[in-house]
């Protein structure tokens, strides 16, 4: 690529009220618009004083600025530029948004968390977001640790997080995520609450988790009948109570076991001719033997856990899967005399077969991802000192998330799974020249050859009346 003009004849300027750099909200809030989030927000969130009036245009202002990649309160000034006050009505100013977002209380909170959760049924009935919910779904639950840098900002602390994989004590806010998925569909997060910086991953996870599942449920999951509703996480939710909560609830639980004595006995007991080995990195299928020669083996047995706790013990399938220790003095002769194991357990009392149940518990491991889009979009800062105001900017993180992810399964299937920044990239960031003309329509003229076109006008058509496409 070269330039075709000199730089002495090259020249800019900031003046044309007509064009916009985000033609992609107008499908993406569309969809907003028909889900009903006005109502909604009209409806059950309630902040009092000046600054919580207008909560519906002031919600839908800050979603739309993390729509575009906002990740400040001043990042949302993007949306006041060129021909957006021709496109959307009653945007506000950061100063206004910043107001609003400090003034709920932590019971306005829990009402936009509400919103969030009634925003997530609505979308998954309007789009395709979670295909065949009502036969397979599962919930994974996860904590994370946001880095935090102003020692004046309510609640941070210090609490353990990994960075390369090794566990570290840094400053910040906890934030715990449900999320919901089929084996089609990528996650979409149900459930969120921020907390201390000190606060274990354990701690409320009752509650939490039961929230989580009344959301699941909500947006479809295991509806149909015999739905399969499985609710995975690591070991800081194996407790009793959690395990009820899934029990209660009718859902399937598939968490990691905590080495304690008990289980390390319960491994030992195992017979060498329990363990099958399994599909694995760098594992080989031998189809004479009509199995894999793998490093990684599994096996299971029926286990009591909490037996020591009054009228808690839960008895299912500890699933133990093992893997063979590298030795890297092996290149230079150096063999070892036996082999050694790494030994990764899991209760669980999954109705999937035991390869099915082990590499579905594995599986958990997307919540990763979801936790990257986030910091990779509204979360990279938690940016009020303000406790309440950063676990709002929280929720509405999880809304603008779920709100691109519905807006990318009416894309197509390349964006029914792409990246949070992959959407915003192709979907969003659209430049866009605004043109009015009779009887109140209003055509976006966007570029040409644009290489994702097709599964923006895919959002478009799927949303905005006829005349759906014009023709040059």
């Not at 055509?443 to 050859?449: D, G, Q, S, Y």
């Amino acid at each position: 690529m070269r330039f075709s003009h000199a730089a002495a004849k090259t020249h800019a300027i900031f003046d044309d009220e007509h064009m916009i750099a985000y033609a992609g909200l107008e499908p993406v809030m569309r969809l907003a618009q028909r889900c009903g989030l006005d109502a909604l927000v009209g409806e059950y969130v309630q902040i009092a004083g000046p600054a919580g009036a207008n909560a519906p245009a002031k919600l839908a202002s800050v979603i739309a600025g993390m729509a575009c990649g906002a990740d400040s309160i001043e990042d949302l000034d993007a949306l006041r530029h060129g021909g957006m006050r021709k496109l959307f009505d009653g945007v506000r100013a950061p100063s206004t948004l910043g107001s609003f977002l400090r003034a709920p209380t932590w019971g306005n909170v829990r009402q936009l968390e509400k919103v969030n959760r009634r925003m997530l049924a609505r979308l998954a009935s309007h789009t395709p977001m979670l295909p065949d919910a009502g036969t397979v779904a599962f919930i994974d639950v996860d904590s994370m640790q946001r880095r935090t840098y102003g020692y004046r900002k309510q609640g941070s602390g210090f609490g353990h997080t990994k960075i390369q994989g090794k566990s570290v004590l840094v400053r910040g806010l906890n934030v715990l995520l449900a999320t919901v998925s089929t084996p089609q569909a990528v996650p979409v997060i149900c459930a969120t609450r921020l907390r201390g910086g000190k606060t274990g991953s354990a701690r409320g996870a009752e509650p939490f988790v039961r929230e989580s599942i009344a959301a699941a449920k909500e947006a479809g999951a295991g509806s149909g009948a015999g739905g399969i509703v499985v609710l995975r996480g690591d070991s800081a939710f194996y407790s009793a109570r959690v395990i009820a909560a899934c029990r209660d609830n009718h859902v399937s639980f598939s968490v990691t076991a905590k080495m304690d004595k008990k289980i390390k006995a319960a491994i030992v007991a195992m017979p060498e001719s329990a363990w099958v080995t399994i599909e694995y990195p760098n594992a080989v299928f031998d189809e004479r033997a009509g199995r894999w020669v793998s490093d990684a083996e599994i096996a299971e047995i029926t286990y009591t856990a909490f037996a020591s706790k009054k009228n808690q013990a839960v008895t299912a399938r500890l699933i133990v899967r093992r893997v063979k220790r590298l030795n890297p003095r092996g290149k230079n002769g150096q063999e070892e005399l036996f082999a050694t194991w790494r030994y990764h357990a899991i209760f669980t009392d999954s109705p999937f077969t035991l390869v099915q149940a082990e590499a579905q518990h594995r599986d958990h491991a997307v919540m990763e991802q979801v936790n990257a889009d986030l910091i990779d979009g509204p979360l990279a800062h938690l940016p009020s000192g303000v406790f309440t105001a950063n676990a709002a900017w929280l929720t509405l993180a999880a809304l603008t998330h779920n709100l691109l992810r519905a807006a990318g399964c009416l894309a197509g299937a390349f964006h029914a799974r792409a990246r949070g920044a992959t959407l915003r990239r192709h979907l969003i960031a659209v430049p866009a020249r605004i043109a009015r003309h009779g009887r109140g329509h209003l055509t976006l003229h966007l570029p040409e050859h644009w290489r994702w076109q097709d599964a923006w006008l895919n959002v478009f058509d799927a949303l905005d009346g006829p005349p759906r496409r014009c023709v040059a």
